[in-house]
């Protein structure tokens, strides 16, 4: 039997948010996978919204740092706190410890799988157990994963974006890479670096990514300008300077890229029956890089499969970490 009175859990552990399912509640929490500490105590100051609001501006007894990267977890100690905080936070003042489903990308290794159950079993859970992203974003999306019929997803996270065929309850094929928000981000603040000689903060290039970033091209010269803040390389100070959604989506062409390549890559190593229902269906893309602006055109385009994008995007991989619960009994076995 389950712990009477506790709700189970489902976390989507990601490198850049963390989001919980509750079950029977749904999700109950979405916050930033960040924590601030006291570099000399040890002790953690803030976790979340408030220790993202730190990040680059803490002095030096403080650090606030991302304790998941490329979906994996970096900092064993940190990523604990987090997850425990996390836990209480979702279930309140319950006493019992809960199961607790954790999603992992599809390509991490048993090392790395194994360290996620750890943290998460002394984080408070009773006991843990992992779904793999891509399959989880299935479920999520309301694909019919059970069903005899091929389903294609593209969840695009923080660290990784994860590509993969599913059909009968399993995962057929599948490729899963460190190319995602994140490498978007950085990509973003590198081309400001060289091209305009101005240094800004993670923050900002994901604001630009947001506003103004675009997966084709072609559209993005039609988006016009926006202005951003940073510090000139050549004279060390504060300056706010014009920049184009056609820099913006330059910067993003090489992770693009990326990403349709696994689809590609992806779809090569299926079968022509699962092919054939891809092509009847269409990819479903997840995740938040799902969102970027017309990359399910640029994608339509590259692969020749229509694209859509799922309801909820953000939410499928937590809302399909927290319906697996509902099997945990077969998954123990």
Avoid at 143 to 162: A, E, K, Y
Avoid at 165 to 175: A, D, H, P, Y
Wanted: proline letters at 4%; aromatic letters at 4%.
């Amino acid at each position: 039997m389950l712990g009477i009175g506790t709700k189970n859990l489902g976390i989507d552990l990601g490198t850049a948010n963390t989001i919980v399912y509750l079950e029977g509640k749904g999700i109950v929490l979405r916050e930033p996978s960040v924590v601030a500490r006291n570099t000399k105590t040890n002790e953690v100051i803030s976790v979340g919204s408030e220790a993202r609001d730190m990040i680059g501006r803490t002095p030096e007894s403080i650090t606030a740092i991302r304790p998941m990267k490329d979906g994996v977890i970096a900092d064993y100690d940190t990523t604990v706190a987090m997850m425990k905080y996390y836990i209480n936070k979702a279930l309140g003042n319950t006493n019992g410890k809960p199961y607790v489903m954790v999603c992992v990308p599809s390509g991490i290794t048993e090392v790395e799988k194994r360290a996620v159950i750890d943290a998460t079993r002394v984080a408070g859970a009773r006991d843990a157990y992992v779904i793999e992203e891509p399959f989880a974003a299935a479920i999520g999306a309301g694909l019919p994963v059970m069903d005899p019929t091929g389903s294609m997803v593209v969840d695009i996270g923080g660290g990784t974006t994860d590509v993969a065929t599913i059909s009968l309850g399993g995962i057929v094929s599948s490729r899963s890479i460190r190319m995602a928000g994140d490498k978007m981000n950085d990509a973003i603040v590198q081309y400001v670096r060289q091209h305009k000689n101005l240094l800004i903060g993670e923050r900002t290039a994901e604001k630009l990514k947001w506003d103004i970033g675009s997966a084709s091209l072609e559209a993005a010269e039609q988006m016009g300008t926006t202005e951003i803040r940073g510090r000139d390389l050549v004279t060390g100070l504060p300056k706010t300077m014009e920049v184009s959604a056609k820099d913006v989506s330059t910067a993003l062409q090489d992770v693009v890229e990326n990403i349709i390549s696994a689809i590609k890559g992806t779809l090569e190593e299926t079968s022509p029956e699962i092919a054939a229902d891809v092509i009847d269906h269409g990819i479903v893309l997840t995740g938040g890089g799902a969102l970027l602006k017309h990359l399910p055109d640029v994608i339509a385009d590259a692969t020749k499969v229509p694209v859509f994008i799922a309801t909820d995007p953000l939410d499928c991989v937590a809302v399909g970490t927290g319906e697996s619960l509902k099997s945990i009994d077969v998954i123990k076995k």
